[in-house]
């Protein structure tokens, strides 16, 4: 049993202390945060874990093996560090830090420490995610062509990251895991409506060499929300939806066929294929439950994570050329 400390209880550390505490494989040990009200609200639901105010008593407690970071963005790389240097295996919250020279030092120091080292970019361990990756590794698609992803809603607002560090690690994370590889460069937009000079609306386009691109629309200000991915490729595509629960993802066999030879090319370039629309089946499992027994069997097994801090430094590359980019009006940033 891998004990566990979560630190940060506000939007999303009590979900990581409800599943730590609920998994087989973890003990929730400790939670951790400044704000009184809110370990005393999350200390009546688990008695059994202690109750730490200063970060300094998760470092020396030696019965805690791990340490789950949700606080905001700019002190994760601090904690992480401490954590690790203290010789606690680390579980971070997304984004893993707020720039690449940070995320850097924390790849570099959990590789010096032997330590375990994860970015919790849960929608890697959802069903529908890993469906559309052993789909895609199938080949079945064909050549990937483009991917479109829409992040929108009307969301909470931020005071520390702009709406591209907010809501961007989720998909970019997805697609990096999708495709496996770095995009070639990157340019972005993003606009400011609500003051305090941080974008709520954006786009950000990745360019992946090969004919295939990536877009991304992340929005704190629609009046509907939409979370969906859309994989169009030469044979099929296929579409994820998590806001529908019953079929979340779909795949198409529908699209063009381009004419290859010159005697059709004087004629019909492109001719259009409909077929079937296929929902495959997936596994019920909460994606965070599946993530939380992961970071306890790669601990167990000194095993590295499907979600690295090196996967988590990428996702922070693709972040920061991004802001660069919006900075630029839209110039296009090289990787």
């Not at 090969?210 to 030469?234: E, M, T």
Request: charged fraction near 25%.
């Amino acid at each position: 049993m891998i004990r566990v400390a979560v630190v940060g209880l506000g939007y999303w550390g009590p979900n990581l202390a409800r599943n730590f505490n609920a998994s087989s494989r973890t003990v929730l040990q400790a939670i951790c945060d400044l704000n009184e009200s809110r370990m005393a609200t999350l200390a009546a639901s688990y008695p059994k874990a202690k109750i730490c105010r200063d970060f300094k008593e998760v470092l020396s407690d030696p019965e805690v093996d791990a340490v789950a970071i949700a606080t905001p963005v700019r002190t994760h790389c601090e904690l992480a560090e401490a954590a690790l240097s203290a010789g606690k295996h680390v579980l971070v919250e997304k984004p893993m830090t707020h720039s690449v020279e940070t995320a850097e030092e924390l790849v570099a120091l959990a590789k010096e420490k032997g330590l375990v080292c994860m970015v919790d970019h849960v929608f890697i361990y959802s069903p529908a995610i890993r469906k559309m990756k052993e789909i895609l590794d199938s080949g079945q698609l064909g050549k990937v062509f483009f991917i479109d992803s829409v992040r929108i809603n009307l969301g909470l607002f931020q005071h520390d990251v702009n709406v591209v560090w907010d809501l961007a690690p989720h998909d970019i994370s997805i697609v990096y895991y999708l495709v496996g590889r770095l995009p070639r460069s990157v340019a972005a937009f993003g606009s400011v409506h609500a003051g305090e000079g941080i974008e709520d609306v954006a786009y950000v386009n990745l360019d992946f060499g090969d004919g295939l691109i990536a877009n991304f629309h992340v929005n704190w200000l629609s009046p509907v929300k939409v979370r969906h991915i859309l994989v169009g490729a030469s044979r099929k595509s296929m579409m994820y939806n998590d806001l529908d629960a019953s079929e979340p993802l779909k795949i198409y066999d529908r699209g063009v066929v381009v004419n290859g030879d010159a005697e059709t090319r004087r004629g019909v370039l492109i001719d259009y294929r409909s077929g079937d629309v296929l929902s495959p089946h997936l596994e019920r499992q909460e994606p965070l439950r599946v993530m939380v027994d992961h970071f306890a069997e790669c601990i167990e097994r000194s095993a590295k994570p499907l979600t690295s801090a090196e996967e988590g430094l990428h996702v922070v590359r693709i972040l920061e050329a991004a802001q660069h980019s919006i900075k630029a009006q839209g110039g296009r940033i090289t990787l």
